[in-house]
């Protein structure tokens, strides 16, 4: 039986590691899952949390999927699916990869019959939606529209925003389920499957608590079979490369909290470059911490994984202040 494939997609920061850690938990509990993890650098911090929860992960970095087809890509799925015989396969592409070309990916033709793309969900925050449309749109419009599912993350957190969030979706995407209800209050259930629980439980909504399946969608149960023209070493757009830039840096330094919102607040004056994302795991005064950090957004809590490393993903980066300021190397 072929393996199905499970496709997360999302910009920068929308919650794609978070919406994997929920699914594993909740749909995936009692199947064996491997995930493809394509992170936009040379370390991956999120392969590193999921690695903690016990799931199979296997890297493919430096360019997109895509890039990868006629080797690296093609090759993985099928080391995964011989060595692990896994049920499921997660895909997490890189925040600043184009949706469109792991589609092309998946429809390689000697894939199909070892794995079928299931569902493809892409995740959007509702608080930049607008933001990232209006300075990123080549990338985040190709996510949304070539979505099955569009869930909406941090409605809780920016209620004002969920409406508006909403419609530029939809405006975008006609046809793909729409969940905007609060992750707190959502299962795995109703993100595979928007269809079966929109009937079951949403047929009323209270402000902000759209759920939403548009006409021709073909996630969850209907075993959606993507189609896309072959994609070789040709000539097409990714772009990536281009418009970021990416910095990885090693630190074996210990940071107190303080401390490391104190060269947080540095990093935002500039000098560094814009930084549209940073995350990582380093030491901290009693184990290590994950920091998660956007424009205005700072998250730094306990975990279990352990990495001395960094990832700061923006435009004109400058490594060498970026090392001195978090003592890297």
Same mark, same amino acid.
């Given at each position: 039986?072929?393996?199905?494939?499970?496709?997360?997609?999302?910009?920068?920061?929308?919650?794609?590691?978070?919406?994997?850690?929920?699914?594993?938990?909740?749909?995936?509990?009692?199947?064996?899952?491997?995930?493809?993890?394509?992170?936009?650098?040379?370390?991956?911090?999120?392969?590193?949390?999921?690695?903690?929860?016990?799931?199979?992960?296997?890297?493919?970095?430096?360019?997109?999927?895509?890039?990868?087809?006629?080797?690296?890509?093609?090759?993985?799925?099928?080391?995964?699916?011989?060595?692990?015989?896994?049920?499921?396969?997660?895909?997490?592409?890189?925040?600043?990869?184009? #949706?469109?070309?792991?589609?092309?990916?998946?429809?390689?033709?000697?894939?199909?019959?070892?794995?079928?793309?299931?569902?493809?969900?892409?995740?959007?925050?509702?608080?930049?939606?607008?933001?990232?449309?209006?300075?990123?749109?080549?990338?985040?419009?190709?996510?949304?529209?070539?979505?099955?599912?569009?869930?909406?993350?941090?409605?809780?957190?920016?209620?004002?925003?969920?409406?508006?969030?909403?419609?530029?979706?939809?405006?975008?995407?006609?046809?793909?389920?729409?969940?905007?209800?609060?992750?707190?209050?959502?299962?795995?259930?109703?993100?595979?499957?928007?269809?079966?629980?929109?009937?079951?439980?949403?047929?009323?909504?209270?402000?902000?608590?759209?759920?939403?399946?548009?006409?021709?969608?073909?996630?969850?149960?209907?075993?959606?079979?993507?189609?896309?023209?072959?994609?070789?070493?040709?000539?097409?757009?990714?772009?990536?490369?281009?418009?970021?830039?990416?910095?990885?840096?090693?630190?074996?330094?210990?940071?107190?909290?303080?401390?490391?919102?104190?060269?947080?607040?540095?990093?935002?004056?500039?000098?560094?470059?814009?930084?549209?994302?940073?995350?990582?795991?380093?030491?901290?005064?009693?184990?290590?911490?994950?920091?998660?950090?956007?424009?205005?957004?700072?998250?730094?809590?306990?975990?279990?994984?352990?990495?001395?490393?960094?990832?700061?993903?923006?435009?004109? #980066?400058?490594?060498?202040? #970026?090392?001195? #300021?978090?003592?890297?190397?």
């Amino acid at each position: 039986m072929a393996a199905e494939l499970y496709v997360i997609s999302g910009f920068l920061g929308a919650g794609k590691t978070t919406l994997i850690q929920k699914l594993l938990k909740e749909a995936f509990r009692n199947e064996k899952v491997v995930l493809i993890e394509n992170d936009f650098g040379e370390i991956s911090i999120d392969a590193a949390l999921l690695k903690s929860s016990g799931v199979e992960v296997k890297e493919i970095n430096a360019g997109c999927i895509c890039c990868s087809l006629s080797g690296d890509f093609v090759k993985a799925l099928k080391e995964l699916l011989d060595r692990f015989r896994p049920d499921k396969i997660i895909i997490e592409p890189s925040g600043v990869g184009k #949706l469109s070309d792991i589609i092309k990916a998946c429809s390689d033709p000697r894939l199909k019959p070892l794995a079928t793309v299931k569902c493809k969900i892409t995740v959007a925050d509702v608080k930049r939606c607008k933001l990232y449309l209006d300075n990123f749109g080549e990338f985040f419009e190709d996510q949304i529209k070539h979505a099955d599912v569009v869930l909406l993350s941090r409605t809780e957190t920016f209620p004002d925003k969920v409406d508006s969030a909403y419609k530029l979706v939809r405006e975008l995407n006609a046809h793909s389920a729409i969940i905007a209800k609060a992750w707190s209050r959502i299962t795995a259930a109703e993100i595979l499957h928007p269809e079966h629980e929109h009937h079951k439980h949403h047929k009323h909504h209270g402000h902000g608590e759209h759920c939403s399946h548009g006409q021709g969608c073909s996630c969850g149960h209907h075993g959606a079979q993507v189609h896309g023209e072959h994609c070789s070493s040709g000539h097409h757009n990714h772009g990536a490369e281009d418009i970021f830039d990416t910095v990885t840096i090693r630190t074996k330094r210990i940071f107190s909290r303080e401390d490391l919102k104190a060269r947080v607040s540095k990093m935002e004056q500039g000098a560094k470059g814009t930084i549209l994302r940073a995350k990582g795991i380093v030491r901290g005064t009693s184990g290590w911490v994950n920091l998660q950090y956007l424009p205005g957004d700072l998250k730094i809590t306990k975990c279990a994984a352990g990495g001395d490393m960094l990832c700061f993903i923006g435009r004109n #980066l400058n490594r060498q202040e #970026l090392v001195i #300021l978090f003592g890297g190397e």
